[in-house]
């Protein structure tokens, strides 16, 4: 039997999407019990939502002042405190699962699994390697806790129809105080998360400013999509780095994706294959983008946006 | 005397596209070209700037690997490091084993600061400086697009998925370098010749007492499930339809 500890990510109010799509993953290993763990200022709103998750048996909350921002420096040695018992110690493959869980693991003397893409087994795992060049498997031993983080994309968020119990626990550890929250600047909310929409629409360097980025934009709203952007709209400026998809930046599967003036390096490619389908728009019809597309143009993106919005 | 320690590591260069063996025994390296990892360079460019405002006196670069990772330790003194360690392997090590290799390094060097790049182009673990920051009982400050060292602190802006966090974390500190941290120099004829004389130390892995953790196994490699070929379509108009034959619109 496996008994899997799974950490919630969250900002204090609503349950991070990745999480729905972790549980998803751990529930894939046989005979899977799942306790979700909510470590917050104050977990109930939080927790509600993660009890309603399919195939979570127990939500545990720890609540405590420390953890009202989630610095991996403070949750590593609560997490570990309550680790005695549990096979598996999972968390998404977000930049919240990726601080911390390697401190879980250094902390428990193990190594870790990043970037779950299957589940073969109950300690055989599939991951991407090389920017998803390629896709190695993985054999844990069977006595030691396995700790990894699960690639959301390749997941589909569990259901929420459950409703397990919900248990406040305590975690009587010495919490280090090196490390201090200062300030988060978070991108704009008014679009679709660029991780769950089902539409993502992004743009590459050839948009060249951040003023004709609008373009895409005002495409994106036509078809409710998400926005998303190459290393190189980044690195110019043009969109903040929250809009990054890629090796480096954001993993998607959306079920339709299009890429605008994006010539499709395979670092960026790594963060699209899963979507369902991909529509590729670039000047260049040589751009290693249409190797992947399902549906390509080729053209001046400065004609087609305007007339593709027309045109929707 | 303010020490900062740098991490490279010497990856398949980040413009070859990587090939599985036949055999599924691993990637193919064989006459492939070689560099520092990206994210590596980027930390070693910080740790230089750091010094050249005068809050550090040496920069120190390591590398865990085999006696050819001396080539990036070289470039990396060429761009500017005053001294390089190798820690000599002729297996591949494991990350924890590479944490606690790099705390043993760190132990001896007592540095202030530790900059390592935030993943490594090959495996894409993603998880060195955390789990040696955790061994050593220190701050990591991973994904550091900006870093301001002041006093006994440092001030590093993160990138996160829903934009920028700003954390403080107390020196001695371990920070791990995201992409836009800043543009590393290129290196310049005469450095590279000035590198040849700089102090290049090899220790043998196994001379650090690393205890290895559980092994995890990696049993087959495989190429990615390719997608099927797609349609070229003229227009928008022909895109149009075949989105909305696809259902999509």
Redesign the interface.
């Known amino acids: 039997m496996a008994r899997i500890l799974l950490i919630a990510e969250h900002d204090g109010t609503t349950l991070n999407p990745s999480v729905a799509k972790t549980v998803a993953c751990a529930a894939e290993i046989d005979a899977a019990e799942i306790d979700v763990v909510v470590f917050a200022e104050s977990a109930s709103q939080v927790a509600t939502e993660a009890a309603g998750l399919d195939s979570v048996l127990r939500v545990l909350t720890v609540e405590n002042a420390a953890n009202k921002h989630p610095l991996g420096a403070v949750l590593a040695p609560q997490v570990v405190a309550l680790a005695d018992g549990y096979s598996h110690i999972f968390g998404p493959s977000t930049t919240f699962g990726k601080d911390l869980m390697p401190r879980v693991a250094a902390l428990l003397g193990v190594n870790q699994i990043s970037d779950i893409m299957s589940v073969e087994g109950s300690h055989t795992f599939k991951r991407p390697i090389y920017a998803g060049s390629a896709i190695v498997t993985m054999e844990a031993p069977a006595d030691a806790p396995v700790v990894a983080t699960v690639r959301s994309a390749s997941y589909r968020a569990i259901g929420g129809s459950n409703s397990a119990p919900v248990e406040s626990v305590e975690c009587a550890v010495e919490l280090p105080a090196h490390t201090r929250f200062v300030d988060l600047q978070a991108g704009s909310s008014d679009r679709p998360d660029l991780q769950t929409a089902s539409r993502v629409i992004a743009g590459g360097r050839a948009l060249g400013s951040e003023e004709d980025f609008d373009l895409i934009y005002t495409l994106a709203e036509k078809l409710g999509a998400g926005v998303g952007a190459s290393r190189a709209a980044v690195d110019a400026g043009y969109v903040p780095n929250e809009m990054q998809i890629g090796q480096t930046g954001k993993i998607i599967a959306p079920d339709l994706y299009i890429a605008i003036g994006i010539s499709g390096a395979i670092q960026h490619l790594t963060g699209i294959k899963d979507a369902g389908t991909i529509v590729a728009i670039n000047k260049d019809e040589e751009a290693p983008i249409f190797e992947v597309a399902d549906i390509g143009l080729v053209g001046d993106l400065f004609t087609i946006l305007p007339e593709l919005s027309e045109a929707l | 005397m303010k020490k900062i320690l740098v991490g490279l590591k010497r990856v398949?260069d980040?413009n070859v596209?990587?090939?599985?063996k036949s055999d599924g025994s691993g990637?193919e390296t064989d006459g492939v070209k070689m560099s520092i990892n990206p994210f590596d360079e980027i930390a070693l460019e910080e740790a230089l700037r750091i010094k050249e405002k005068g809050a550090a006196d040496e920069v120190v670069v390591v590398s865990i690997g085999s006696a050819d990772s001396q080539q990036q330790l070289r470039t990396g003194l060429a761009m500017g490091a005053d001294r390089a360690i190798l820690v000599e392997t002729g297996e591949s090590v494991?990350?924890?084993s590479c944490?606690r290799a790099l705390l043993e390094i760190v132990n001896r060097e007592d540095p202030i600061l530790v900059i390592v790049g935030?993943?490594a182009?090959?495996?894409?673990?993603?998880?060195?400086g955390?789990?040696?920051?955790?061994?050593w009982?220190?701050?990591?400050?991973?994904?550091a697009?900006q870093l301001e060292v002041d006093g006994d602190t440092v001030?590093v802006v993160?990138?996160?998925?829903?934009?920028?966090?700003?954390?403080?974390?107390?020196l001695p500190?371990v920070i791990t370098a995201?992409?836009?941290l800043n543009e590393p120099r290129y290196v310049k004829l005469p450095d590279i010749m000035k590198a040849k004389k700089k102090p290049l130390d090899q220790i043998p892995f196994a001379d650090l007492g690393v205890v290895a953790?559980?092994?995890?196994?990696?049993?087959?490699?495989?190429?990615?499930s390719e997608?099927?070929k797609?349609?070229?379509?003229?227009?928008?108009?022909?895109?149009?339809a075949?989105?909305k034959d696809?259902g999509?619109?």
């Open positions: 398949v980040y596209r990587v090939r599985v990637v494991d990350t924890l944490a935030k993943q182009i090959d495996d894409d673990n993603i998880q060195t955390q789990m040696l920051a955790t061994l009982n220190r701050p990591a400050a991973s994904f697009s001030r993160r990138e996160v998925d829903i934009g920028l966090e700003t954390i403080e974390v107390d500190a995201d992409l836009r953790g559980p092994q995890i196994k990696q049993v087959l490699f495989e190429p990615p997608r099927e797609g349609i070229m379509v003229d227009d928008v108009q022909g895109l149009v075949a989105l696809k999509l619109v």
